[in-house]
């Protein structure tokens, strides 16, 4: 048991290094981070943040952006959107690969071969025992693929063989052919032959269209997010300024208490409403921590690597954007001319009928795969022979060796169920994209026709609630005339003021509620700035 102590020691060590070693980042995480920071602060003011940054914030730092400004950032470091750019890319290296079958290319070889017989019988003064023969070959081709299914070959040949028979005439041999392959059934035309091509650049295309229509969604996500944000920092602000009035009520009621005008009762239920109020406070700037994470994710992902880089980090969206109390005016919109301005700008509605062309061409080029093989060769060759590489050449110059040949292959696969399952495997894609096609077409109709109600109801929303917000704003007013003169109970003032609260936080969601119903006009007919 002993001779194992040592071993034993030293895997206790071994983990308890390992638990203490710091948390390995990422890598480039602080230079992103920083990045991050200047940026957001570079929207703000035009600065970036003071280096070195401090390890621990003693207090949140707040920092005012607005709508254009996020959207700004967002297009540079969006996750969501820098994927999708990676995909263009990656379909447009697949387009160039698609295109190298018809690349030129040349090809080379080079053998040396050593034979040695013994020479069993001779002719007369043969006084050899063994043939000994060395045959040095090398040649040279270029290859021209076409898309119409036609390959042609230019080659060189040379060949040098040393021997020791004596009948061995000429010691260099030299060729040039010229040979066509032009496929006649399987493969023959460009519906074959330039199809993956073409499909390619097609899907290159449908990738450029799903980029910019991702670029729409990422516009309309941050304005969803930025508006979620405003939202809760408009709520906040409400809360925040009842909350005085609530403070104002509690001394207000004291101090009748102490002149005999009000009852300990009255007092308890100023403090109750404030109370609750602090608890709502709270809920509120939950909200806008809340928010304003989902909203920096969106824009700025890597600042948020400041909860791990420091000590009671907290960095605040608050938006510069802010209501005015004119309600908006209704204005009808023609919904045929946006619904038709919309099928022609959707970068959605692009993609889905390029991915349809694809899948045509994909049909025809597997209806050309069924067919059987039959290749037609025809090649011809000019050989020359001489007593050096020189002589070679000018042989071939004099035409004395020939050769020409034509031939013609054919194969027919007896069952050929591979091929016949990828035709129908196309048709079916083509039924498929072809009703993707005709989805998405009623999406973005559907999208225009409820963003343009959601306007029309947004602008309703907007009035009556504004409406309400001020007659509950008398109300509650009235109550606390009434019970200044003792005529209310405090009962009755806090029913009032609960319904003069909610109606301000509902006009508040109301106008939220417009604003995104424009944006998603905007997001439907593909307008929104990019």
């Known amino acids: 048991m002993m001779k194992f102590a040592p071993f034993l020691c030293l895997a206790i060590a071994a983990l308890i290094g390992c638990s203490t070693l710091p948390p390995v980042e990422p890598s480039g995480v602080p230079e992103r981070f920083y990045r991050a920071l200047d940026s957001l602060k570079s929207q703000e003011d035009g600065t970036g943040f003071e280096r070195p940054i401090q390890e621990e914030w003693k207090e949140p730092v707040v920092l005012s952006v607005g709508l254009s400004g996020c959207l700004e950032l967002a297009q540079e470091n969006n996750f969501d959107l820098l994927l999708e750019e990676l995909d263009s890319e990656l379909a447009q290296a697949r387009a160039i690969q698609a295109g190298a079958s018809t690349d030129t290319r040349i090809e080379a070889g080079l053998s040396v071969e050593r034979e040695e017989t013994l020479i069993d019988s001779r002719f007369a003064n043969d006084d050899r025992d063994e043939n000994k023969t060395t045959r040095q070959n090398a040649d040279v081709s270029l290859i021209q693929p076409f898309e119409t299914g036609t390959t042609v070959t230019l080659r060189h040949s040379l060949r040098r063989i040393t021997t020791n028979n004596p009948f061995n005439t000429f010691e260099w041999a030299s060729g040039i052919s010229l040979a066509v392959e032009q496929r006649l059934l399987d493969g023959f035309g460009f519906a074959s032959g330039s199809a993956d091509r073409l499909i390619a650049e097609g899907e290159m295309q449908a990738s450029h269209f799903d980029l910019r229509a991702r670029r729409q ?64 406070i709270i809920k509120a700037e939950y909200e806008t921590y809340k928010r304003s994470d989902a909203l920096l994710k969106a824009i700025s992902p890597d600042s948020l690597h400041g909860y791990q880089r420091i000590r009671g980090y907290r960095l605040e969206i608050r938006p510069r954007e802010a209501f005015t109390e004119e309600a908006p005016e209704w204005t009808p919109i023609d919904v045929v001319g946006e619904v038709r301005r919309a099928l022609v700008q959707r970068d959605e509605l692009k993609a889905a009928i390029k991915r349809l062309e694809n899948t045509g061409l994909r049909v025809k080029q597997r209806e050309q795969d069924v067919l059987p093989d039959l290749n037609l060769q025809l090649s011809g060759e000019l050989g020359g022979n001489g007593d050096d590489y020189g002589r070679a050449l000018d042989s071939i110059l004099d035409n004395d060796n020939s050769t020409l040949f034509a031939g013609l292959t054919f194969i027919i696969p007896l069952q050929n169920s591979a091929d016949r399952a990828a035709q129908r495997i196309a048709e079916v894609e083509q039924e498929r994209a072809v009703l993707n096609a005709r989805e998405v077409e009623i999406d973005i109709i559907i999208e225009v026709v409820d963003a343009i109600r959601q306007i029309e109801s947004g602008v309703k929303g907007v009035s009556a609630a504004k409406k309400a917000r001020d007659l509950s704003q008398r109300e509650y007013e009235a109550e606390v005339n009434r019970q200044d003169n003792g005529l209310g109970t405090s009962f009755e003032v806090d029913q009032a003021e609960s319904d003069f609260v909610a109606a301000e936080r509902d006009l508040i969601a109301a106008r939220v509620v417009h604003e995104l119903a424009k944006l998603a006009l905007a997001r439907a007919t593909a307008t929104m700035a990019e």
């Open 217 to 280: 969604t990422v516009n309309f996500s941050v304005a969803n997010a930025y508006w979620d944000l405003v939202l809760a920092w408009e709520d906040l602000r409400v809360l925040q300024r009842q909350r005085g009035v609530d403070q104002a009520r509690v001394d207000r009621e004291t101090r009748r208490e102490a002149e005999g005008l009000a009852t300990r009762l009255d007092v308890l239920r100023a403090e109750s409403t404030l109370a609750t109020r602090e608890r709502e």
